[in-house]
Nanobody, 123 residues
Framework: VQLQASGGGLVQAGDSLRLACAAS????????VAWFRQAPGHERDFVAA????????DYGDFVKGRFTISRDNAQNKAYLQMNSLKPEDTAVYYC?????????????????WGQGTLVTVSS
């Protein structure tokens, strides 16, 4: 499966953005999809994940209550709705996919990655 992230941009603190992850290739609906982010000089951190049927979601502690992950398997897309953005949310956001029930949190469990989309939040 090939992934392409989009929707990043420059916003002010408190604003919202919705990122999209468009997938091509077959069987997108069978994959767990996640968002990770990487700020300059930092590791790539887990943001959120959603299982293939949307039955389960999970979030990094720093985004709970502000971000919502969703997917539309009919459209081969996943989304990350980000509200109440903070300057510390500034990072390149990547979507990723894994096939199987491995831990959501480890980036090494994801075999497919999009190219990343930059989110910049000004104070």
């Amino acid at each position: 499966v090939q992934l392409q992230a989009s929707g990043g941009g420059l916003v002010q603190a408190g604003d919202s953005l919705r990122l999209a992850c468009a997938a091509s290739g077959r069987a997108f609906r069978a994959y767990t999809v996640a968002w990770f982010r990487q700020a300059p000089g930092h590791e790539r951190d887990f943001v959120a994940a959603i299982t293939s049927s949307s039955s389960n979601t999970d979030y990094g502690d720093f985004v709970k209550g502000r971000f919502t992950i969703s997917r539309d398997n009919a459209q081969n897309k996943a989304y990350l709705q980000m509200n109440s953005l903070k300057p510390e949310d500034t990072a390149v956001y990547y979507c990723a996919a894994q096939f199987g029930g491995n831990s959501y949190y480890s980036k090494t469990n994801y075999g497919y990655w999009g190219q990343g989309t930059l989110v910049t939040v000004s104070s």
